[in-house]
């Protein structure tokens, strides 16, 4: 069978219903439509100057002419408002100050890979710092301002077995033969790695040759910081002679700039990374967990002395997952980003525990197909905080605190947005009928919504499933509303923000219980009204497409389904997606061949000769985290067994880009609604 593009298959999908309602010629829309996702605006890694006053941040839009993602950056005056463009390009970003804010280093392609450059604020003078083979990425100012030290990729001779024989002169021969023997060997949205590691660098700011610090048969990783004296890069690296088969695994290290010597500050088991040293260089903060060998771990803040001593918790008692650490500029406290019940939020973090909420509502600058929640931050040292804001009707904007609370500075989709009716996102709290537990979710109801009708109903589920979705943005649930869904989503237990006991819900039983607690929303949202209890649909990405892919084989009491990029065969997925030396040990808690039984009894292929329900296949052909072998044994299990169903690939698509493109992140949405109008009772 000939596999076709995304644009046929949608187009044969859509000859046999309807997708979303186009307006009249010439006649503006009303609500969303998918031409609108071309259009959408949002605010990213927000860098505040260290006197307050000013904020440079990365915009990302999209241009409809290459059906890419564009980057550009951006300086917005805080009391003002008043915004400047500086550095316009597809892949301008990483903007950074120089610790007296007079520069600002960032990254740009200019005829070719990304490069390090600095502008002078005062001149707008630029200069590329160095002429580097790849993109620099986690970029660090030094103290004084006179280096930046950047994680750059090392390439390494690849493995060779055996000689090959000499090519003859203008000879065209095959590719040669390609020996793979590291335990990581691809990862996805890269594809097969190159042989090599990523190591540190520095270089003058004003210019010059760069000088590598690390090396070795290890990667060093990020976020990289200075000690104050300059004289010391901590980074966050795992160098044991096993380290490819430790995947949680790392350890705070310093390397001297002057002679590259390395000592390493922590011996912890489990992740620590992101090491920032206090103002007095005497302390240094970190995050990790330490690691119970269970399929996810809350991240906390650890503190230790640099002369030495155990690391101490920070974050025992908030039992919320933390990401980005900074110190007060006094020492004396530290800024924390947390997710607590889907929404994100900046605190102050004493060194005694205490936490200090500052401000929530922070949204992600990126993935704005679907409510994911998250966010960025970064904190002057007058204590201003300048964050990505956003809520169900507002993608991310730049925003800053004030004494009174938060200022918006962006507006990014004012106009996009103006004079459309977006679908009304509510709360829609439940109680699984499991046990009770309380699990968050909500409802978007279409635009023009009249309680006296009743609607279709999607159910749409969170990937992860270590994740979380909220109130935020989801170009993909807007869509499904503007076409006359209502939609339903939720955080059944295994998701993220809740604490470590809402999270174990599915340690090696997943799925599990979340299955009930998924039924229980839609229970719920039926009770609430407004609903045909007869036109039920289920969909879902990744954890999500697992998920639906199981519910099928649960229940009939949906309609029609799409699995996006599913796991459907345990075994399978943990011995062929990127992540296999972690997936299965920690998330079923044995590998295949010594529990073999687990991995059957969760995978979704079990119950395949239980499906009834009409279900729709999809993944991207480049997608290593669940590879399209997953959802290609769904399709062949399900037409073994004449169970309506199709398979769409989408091509060049990653697992973590599979919405990247507007335009078949759109003929997505069209393909599925096509498929669901298909099979819907009149």
Do not use: C
Not at 106 to 127: C, E, I, K, S
Not at 456 to 477: F, R, T
């Amino acid at each position: 069978m000939t596999i076709r593009s995304t644009t046929l298959a949608v187009a044969l999908l859509l000859a046999t219903g309807t997708a979303l309602a186009a307006p009249a010629p010439d006649a503006p829309s009303r609500v969303f439509e998918p031409r609108d996702v071309f259009s959408l605006r949002s605010a990213d890694d927000p860098r505040i100057r260290p006197d307050g006053a000013q904020i440079a941040y990365v915009r990302r839009a999209y241009d409809i002419m290459s059906d890419r993602a564009a980057r550009s950056l951006w300086l917005v005056d805080v009391a003002s408002g008043a915004q400047t463009p500086l550095v316009d390009g597809p892949s301008a970003g990483s903007p950074r100050w120089s610790p007296d804010g007079s520069r600002l280093a960032y990254v740009a392609a200019v005829d070719g890979a990304p490069q390090l450059f600095v502008r002078w604020m005062a001149t707008g003078a630029t200069a590329k710092v160095a002429t580097l083979p790849q993109a620099p990425h986690d970029i660090a100012w030094s103290p004084d301002g006179k280096s930046l030290a950047f994680l750059l990729f090392a390439p390494a001779e690849p493995t060779r077995l055996g000689e090959a024989v000499a090519k003859p002169d203008g000879a065209k021969w095959a590719e040669p033969i390609k020996v793979i023997d590291k335990v990581t060997y691809r990862a996805d949205d890269e594809g097969y790695l190159k042989p090599g590691h990523d190591h540190i660098w520095i270089v003058t700011a004003d210019g010059g040759a760069p000088r590598q610090l690390t090396f070795g048969d290890f990667d060093d990783g990020g976020s990289l910081s200075f000690t104050p004296d300059g004289r010391f890069i901590l980074f966050s690296s795992n160098r044991d002679k096993d380290w490819e088969r430790q995947p949680t695994q790392s350890d705070i290290w310093q390397v001297a700039v002057d002679d590259a010597a390395l000592t390493q500050l922590t011996h912890v088991r489990g992740p620590a990374g992101d090491p920032v040293a206090s103002p007095d260089g005497r302390q240094i903060a970190y995050v990790g967990f330490v690691d119970r060998h269970i399929p996810y771990q809350d991240i906390r803040v650890f503190l230790i002395d640099r002369n030495g001593g155990a690391p101490r918790s920070l974050t025992d008692s908030l039992d919320r997952p933390v990401g980005s650490v900074r110190w007060a500029a006094d020492g004396k406290d530290l800024y924390i980003e947390y997710s607590d019940h889907a929404a994100t939020k900046v605190a102050r973090l004493g060194l005694d525990g205490r936490v200090q909420d500052i401000v929530s509502g922070l949204a992600p600058g990126a993935g704005l197909d679907r409510p994911y929640t998250g966010g960025a931050f970064s904190v002057s040292k007058t204590g201003v905080v300048a964050f990505t804001q956003g809520d169900a009707t507002h993608p991310a904007d730049l925003a800053v605190t004030t004494p009174t609370g938060a200022r918006r500075l962006t507006d990014l989709n004012a106009d996009l947005l103006h004079g459309k009716t977006l679908g009304r996102v509510s709360a829609l709290p439940t109680a699984s009928s499991h046990d009770g537990l309380a699990i968050d979710a909500w409802r978007v109801d279409p635009p023009s919504y009249d309680p006296a009708r009743k609607y279709p109903m999607i159910l749409e589920i969170h990937g992860g499933p270590y994740a979380a979705y909220g109130p935020i943005w989801a170009s993909d649930d807007q869509l499904y509303a503007a076409a006359g869904y209502v939609v339903v989503y939720a955080n059944p237990r295994g998701s993220t923000s809740y604490g470590q006991a809402f999270a174990d819900g599915i340690a090696h039983n997943y799925p599990g219980y979340d299955f009930d607690d998924l039924m229980s929303v839609v229970d719920a949202a039926v009770s609430k009204g407004g609903i045909d209890a007869n036109n039920l649909y289920v969909t879902g990405g990744s954890g999500g497409g697992l998920m639906s892919a199981w519910i099928v084989g649960t229940t009939d009491r949906f309609r029609a389904a799409a699995a996006q990029k599913p796991v459907i065969n345990w075994v399978s997925e943990t011995l062929t997606t990127d992540g296999y030396n972690y997936m299965g040990p920690y998330w079923l808690g044995a590998t295949p061949w010594d529990d073999p039984d687990i991995y059957w009894k969760h995978s979704p292929l079990s119950r395949v000769g239980k499906v009834k329900t009409p279900t729709l296949v999809m993944v991207g052909e480049e997608d290593h985290r669940t590879p399209p072998s997953e959802a290609e044994q769904f399709y062949a299990g399900l037409q073994l067994r004449a169970v309506p169903t199709a398979l769409i690939r989408i091509p060049g698509a990653s697992h973590e880009a599979y919405a990247e493109r507007p335009s078949q992140n759109t003929a997505e949405v069209s393909a599925i609604l096509a498929w669901f109008d298909r099979y819907k009772a009149k």
